[in-house]
């Protein structure tokens, strides 16, 4: 069934429209709930989704030092944890620091990995839950000494590489097949380790193909560090016997490359890296692999390609089937702006004019993106000075942009947020930060962790039972955004039941059980297929093509299906009927 919103949002006042000149769910939510507003620091987030779970841990000093916390959330951010979790447990709260928390989920499992003090020098430690966050470890578990741990997962394995200075800060891999149970009985030594690494090594895993990517003083310590590869296809089990250098476009030794960030979708492998080739000012350099790392680019790829006198870093990269995508802080248009080059064929060619994104009012300096990509759709998020967190998208493998950024956060000014993290998982796209507003001197001390929905859907409340003590569901799929198509999706009822479909853009009325979408309503008809009277046998599924109306932006979107169904235990609105919970979407 396709139907058009476009006479239903008309009949919605402007003024109603213009109140909701946001993009994402209203107010964002404080996630650090265990010490009171202001009273102590969260630093450090990483963030991580998978289907409707959102999890995000940091590093918190409440205890005097700093522990490892984690919150949770299994209906996309609409509610979390009541208290947030210490994971750091095999130590007493607070005895020493514990720091520079990495995070990763697949399915059921998400895993933590960061460096601990607790005995002496730098080890690293791992927590873990099987069941979405529901229960972990009760004792944290050390993987080895190091630091600057980094960590992904896919399927049920976890792999985890760091710097280590058993040698000369060389580059340690190990690796879980079956969700933390068990590990390697050994680190495996990944770099050939001729002289120290110059920073944290990266990792991404696609399947059983694990890619690591560092910066390394190669040619000696006193010369510039160059970037370097090594991959594993057997889930660490194996990898290539000499490490591969991977930019290409200068010497060894000569163009200083640092930095490097890495990403990968299937066999589509990218890297990307700040280099100092061209002087002493910073460009943004890329390498790509279509062949699970075997061959690179015999040349690698300037990105920035602006004038000579500018300053292009920390780039990002993310990659999505064959597209590739990088965003960085550049000094060309002002203080720093965000800009973005893409590929579409897997690194080979690019833009020849980066695209820039911060493009709203009121900014002085950007800083500090970050990006996801999933199918067609790229996100990124950044911190505005003296804005806030802001964020931009595109649907079309970043061919096209909102003409405006989005700001995320609903702080009320004084220092800025910071350090933006951002998941997606299906169709919602989310973003935690550190936030200064519960500091009453609103300075760089005593941040909050803080979470928003930048778009996508969100349950709420509860529906009701129908035949045979079934609760129907209501999800929804694809991009709730301009010029898009969305679907709202019913399941679980009775076989054949007529029903109704509700839409509204007033909220929610929040009344569990009833009716939860506030008029004004569109009613929407639908049967439900399946073997008629089956109970949880009927489905259907509605599409809504949005106007390609930037007014729209920050519209909320509210539904709830209610089904008629003689096998529901009560009764409502005159006739027996079940409903499903509601569902909320915000159209950016």
Known sequence: MRLDLRRFLMLVSAVALGSQARGQKTPDLRIDVGSPPGATGSSAPSMAADGAS????????????????????????????AADLRLDTGSAPGASRSTFPRIAAAGDAVYVVWGDERNGASDLYLNRSLDRGASWLPADVR?????????AASGPSVYVVWRDFRGAGDIFFNRSLDGGSSWLPADVRIDAGFFVTSGPARIAASGASVYVTWAEYRNGPSLPSDILFNRSLDGGSTWLASERRLDVGSAPGVGDSFYPEIAASGSVVGVTWQDHRNGNMDDVYCNCSSDGGSTWLAQDVHLDLAAPAHVSQHPEIAVSGSSVYVAWMEDVAGPHDIDLNRSLDGGVSWLTVPVRLDTGPDVAYSSSPTLVASGSAVYVTWADSPGGI???????????????????????????????????????????????????????THGAVYFDLALGFQRFGRGTPGTGGRVPTISGSGHTSTGATFTVHVANGRGGALGFLFVGTNGAAQKSGLLLVQPPLLHVPFTLDGTPGAPGAGSTSMAFPVPNDLTLLGTRLDFQARILDPGAPSRAVGRIVTLTAGLEAWIL
């Open 54 to 81: 959102v999890y995000v841990a940091w590093s918190d000093d409440r205890n005097g030092l700093e522990d490892i916390y984690c919150n949770c959330s299994a209906d996309g951010g609409a509610t979390w944890l």
């Open 143 to 151: 993987l080895s000494d190091g630091y600057w741990p980094e960590i």
């Open 390 to 444: 802001s964020f931009n998208r595109s649907l079309d493998h970043g061919t096209t942009w909102l003409p405006s950024h989005r700001r995320i956060d609903l702080g009320p000014g004084g220092y800025p947020p910071m350090h933006p993290r951002i998941a997606v998982a299906g169709s919602s796209a989310y973003v935690a930060w550190i936030d200064f507003r519960d500091n009453p001197s609103f300075d760089n």
